[in-house]
């Protein structure tokens, strides 16, 4: 997969520690990428990142990247190819209680990290993650060409994320290095614990018998495998390497057709699956969301030969298997990643014909 490109790239990942990064890692890994993960250390309990020791996998440096001395620092000494930058707060719910960290980590921390790379020419292409939710109008399949905004803390972090990255890629960084924006749907995998996300609520919920408490149940959400996600964000970097002016934009990842679902129906059918859970409304943690965001991926599937893999039900048994082997206290989790990994490389619709 990938033509072995990934093969002793270097690769400076910021926020490998979470849910997004430690899954990243362990592909490049695989990939014989030289990965060097820059982040907080973890903060749930259990992590993902303990879990399958990502610690004995790649380089590690703990750091924020508010703090741009070391950021510097670090990324001076790798001298990397290519920024994938993954540090966010990426919690609605955690938004509205702190706007002021998730507009200084969202924006101000992506303006660091772009500013330590203009410094170095050995950088060949930075990829900004962003999200489907910086759209401003959720009526109907967002496009790339939408008008961007957010009412909200945490989709108005991402949109202004959207416009600084712009400003960059048109002005401050013309020339250095192409860059792209990656903007995803609502990833869903093994092995994420983020406070007040509807997985990591619904495992916690039903390990000790409590119902599961929905504030939105209504909204439509476009759920998705975090490979199917992560497959976008590796495919864009390598077309940015490897021809930056053509893929240096916006790039929806969406998920199928069929995960398109309410937040209700989508739970309800993974409690199918999982074999236990009941769900409740609940009106007292009901802040404003969006009712919908749906994502329309056709440039991505069109430009860079990109299509999600999964489907609904392979989504739901991938994530369910990895939860139940991690509490059956039995399964190396590690291995347990990795062979999940190779089976979606084994399904993997990616076209490199398209290129």
């Not at 400076?12 to 899954?23: A, I, R």
């Not at 879990?51 to 620092?73: A, W």
């Not at 905004?149 to 990255?165: D, F, L, T």
């Not at 929806?252 to 999982?274: E, H, P, S, W």
Request: proline share 3%; aromatic share 12%; net charge negative.
């Amino acid at each position: 997969m990938f033509n072995d490109f990934y093969r002793d790239k270097r690769i400076f990942l910021t926020g490998h520690t979470g849910f997004e990064g430690c899954w990243l890692t362990l592909w490049l890994k695989s990939l014989g990428a030289n990965v060097l993960g820059y982040a907080l250390e973890p903060d749930t309990d259990p992590s993902m990142y303990e879990e399958v020791r990502l610690y004995s996998h790649c380089k590690n440096e703990f750091g924020n990247i508010m703090d741009t001395r070391r950021l510097n620092d670090v990324m001076k000494k790798f001298k990397p190819e290519i920024i994938i930058n993954l540090a966010s707060q990426p919690v609605v719910s955690l938004g509205e209680k702190n706007p002021a960290v998730t507009f200084q980590t969202n924006v101000l921390g992506a303006v660091n990290v772009l500013e330590a790379a203009k410094k170095y020419d050995c950088v060949k292409a930075y990829l900004e993650i962003s999200s489907g939710a910086c759209y401003a109008n959720r009526e109907g399949e967002n496009v790339e060409t939408d008008i961007i905004g957010g009412a909200n803390i945490y989709s108005a972090s991402m949109a202004c994320k959207e416009m600084m990255v712009d400003t960059y890629r048109k002005s401050e960084a013309a020339g250095k290095f192409p860059i792209a924006t990656a903007r995803g749907g609502n990833a869903i995998g093994g092995g994420d614990w983020i406070q007040d996300r509807l997985i990591p609520e619904f495992i916690k919920e039903v390990s000790v018998g409590s119902r599961i408490k929905l504030r939105n149940p209504n909204t439509v959400r476009p759920f998705q495998h975090i490979l199917d996600l992560l497959s976008g964000y590796l495919i864009l970097a390598k077309c940015l390497y490897e021809n930056g002016d053509k893929y240096a934009q916006a790039f929806n990842f969406g998920a199928n057709d069929d995960g398109n679902l309410t937040v209700k129906d989508f739970l309800q059918r993974f409690i199918n699956v999982y074999g236990k859970g009941v769900i409740v409304d609940d009106e007292k943690g009901k802040f404003f969301e969006y009712d919908r965001l749906i994502l329309n991926s056709d440039k991505a599937k069109n430009i860079l030969g990109w299509t999600p893999t999964l489907n609904i039900d392979k989504t739901i048994d991938f994530t369910v298997e990895w939860y139940k082997k991690f509490y059956a206290d039995k399964d190396d989790m590690f291995d347990v990643t990795m062979a999940q990994i190779a089976e979606f490389e084994r399904l993997c619709k990616y076209n490199e014909s398209n290129l």
